[in-house]
């Protein structure tokens, strides 16, 4: 796989809108993002102290300490499918990520229903990343425990808990989305600083941890008996805690969907990709191998339970602990911030396209703050929305975490299945290529990999166990199917519908319709 350099110099490159005039557009957004921003958005999307925080817990409960095996696994997998999107943010470095690489390389309604999905799992994303803040602030200070009891501090798996964190999540959610409306500087300054907070304090929590070291790494080979009733026998619940895994290693394209709003995006945006991801496994696998090496009782109930917040408090005291979880803190709110801020680029990418209901408002650009408006109040709305759909129901958040993550894997696959039907027929890379981002002659193994691993780990997150969902109603078991089978019909209907009136309407006046891309087949 090879990259070369392109010619930086101060400030954005001359040739960066005159790049994005060939794919049929005009610079509307501004564009400010430099490398480490554009690192930042991916890295924060991503969150180690958000996912591992939020989801230890699981993990560890249901497979024991060698959960951790999850990670290198799912990473290798999901490296596959960064590669691949590398490779495409050197292509096209347009707004939309996963959208915009669909519409160049497969047919038009899978670039329709890939970027619908997307929005809808951005949004369920942000939901999902927002009920942290229970699990991190009340065990901080019960002051954040505003309904409910003491009890329920730290658990989303109590009503009081399930309450309480829809609360802290609206909060959350309201402030991303005005940040996200007074423009991307002021997101990429908190962003930036978010993920400075967040690699600093990972980096001390690993010297930390590794200083009350208790036991050796063999602890990663017990699995506590939780093999057990499962079918499958220990891969059955190896295969359940993977979701934790799964969880977290997603939204790295994020810094790809900047690409409009970032200098020299064809150089920066393929690097920022994979060093989002890369960066994210070293710290995230270090941070639970020293944590259980570290922590008293290896043995103690609340790891299943509070999981992450008791292994610090426990370990390192409560003084040094509640520290690291304000960090934690810290890097839930960037995520959730990153996560809205690639949904409004998202659908800002479709409406200027013509392919969204209301369109023409949706592709507006304030002239001052240089952000789509209407996006960013949908976004946030609609978040506020599926947070109160779920408010005192605690059992909703694991379906909710669920459907979050699938509806990333299934629009992904629509971006690397058609590339690896394109390189088995010699269509990819394409002449054109030029001197970014290149898998080699390493292109067709690796996509199959992204591909086989894709379809494999869509199978493991969307199978109804109880183990995940619960056997007491159907309708929790089968959750995570039954809403994304709803919202594929729903995408589907309004691309049948509509698909007259998209196709020939694709981009508005002032979008430069002359050399705009492909339309919806009419």
Not at 280 to 299: Q, T
Not at 481 to 491: E, P, Y
Request: glycine fraction near 10%.
């Amino acid at each position: 796989m090879t990259t070369q350099e392109i010619p930086a110099g101060g400030g954005p490159a001359p040739d960066d809108s005159s790049e994005l005039e060939k794919f049929g557009y005009r610079q509307e957004l501004e564009r400010s993002l430099g490398s480490f921003s554009s690192f930042a958005a991916g890295f924060s999307y991503i969150s180690i102290l958000t996912g591992v925080f939020q989801l230890f817990f699981f993990g560890f409960a249901s497979g024991g300490p060698a959960f951790i095996w999850t990670w290198p696994l799912v990473f290798l997998g999901q490296l596959a499918v960064a590669l691949c999107f590398a490779e495409l943010a050197g292509q096209f470095p347009l707004a939309g990520s996963v959208y915009q690489w669909a519409k160049q390389i497969a047919k038009p309604t899978t670039s329709w229903l890939a970027g619908w999905i997307m929005i809808i799992g951005a949004i369920v994303t942000a939901a999902a990343v927002a009920v942290a803040y229970q699990i991190i602030l009340p065990q901080v200070s019960t002051a954040f425990q505003i309904v409910g009891s003491d009890s329920d501090a730290g658990l989303t798996s109590t009503p009081g808990g399930a309450q309480n964190a829809i609360i802290l999540a609206l909060v959350l959610v309201v402030f991303a989305t005005i940040v996200n409306i007074i423009g991307v500087r002021l997101m990429a300054k908190i962003n930036n600083f978010g993920v400075a907070v967040e690699l600093s304090a990972v980096i001390l929590l690993i010297i930390a941890l590794a200083v009350h070291i208790k036991r050796g790494p063999q602890v990663v080979l017990e699995t506590h008996g939780t093999g057990e009733g499962h079918s499958l026998g220990y891969l059955g619940a190896f295969l359940v805690a993977s979701l934790m895994s799964a969880y977290v290693f997603y939204g790295f394209d994020t810094a790809g969907s900047l690409s409009e709003e970032t200098t020299q995006p064809r150089k920066h945006a393929p690097r920022a990709i994979l060093r989002a991801i890369t960066a994210s496994f070293i710290v995230g696998g270090l941070v639970m191998l020293v944590g259980m090496m570290a922590v008293g009782d290896i043995n103690a109930e609340e790891l299943s339970t509070s999981g992450m917040p008791y292994l610090l408090k426990s370990t390192l005291g409560t003084g040094l602990g509640d520290a690291f979880l304000i960090c934690s803190a810290i890097a839930i709110t960037v995520c959730c911030l990153a996560v809205q801020t690639a949904a409004i680029r998202m659908a800002w990418a479709m409406a200027r396209d013509g392919r969204l209901p209301f369109s023409k408002a949706m592709a507006k650009v304030s002239p001052r703050s240089k952000t789509p408006i209407l996006p960013a109040l949908i976004t946030g709305g609609l978040t506020v929305v599926v947070l109160l759909i779920n408010l005192g129901n605690q059992r909703a958040f694991f379906i909710l975490t669920s459907t979050a993550i699938i509806l990333f894997y299934i629009p992904y696959l629509m971006v690397t299945g058609p590339l690896l039907l394109r390189r088995l027929r010699g269509q990819w890379p394409r002449p054109e290529h030029g001197p970014y981002f290149k898998l080699g002659r390493w292109g067709t193994f690796v996509n199959l990999v992204a591909v086989l691993y894709g379809a494999a780990m869509t199978i493991n997150l969307i199978w109804p166990r109880a183990e995940v969902y619960g056997s007491d109603h159907w309708y929790f078991q089968w959750g995570a199917v039954i809403v994304t089978g709803l919202i594929v019909v729903v995408g589907a209907t309004m691309l049948y519908v509509r698909r007259h009136t998209w196709g020939s309407a694709h981009t508005s006046p002032e979008h430069m319709p002359d050399t705009a891309p492909d339309s919806l087949p009419g």
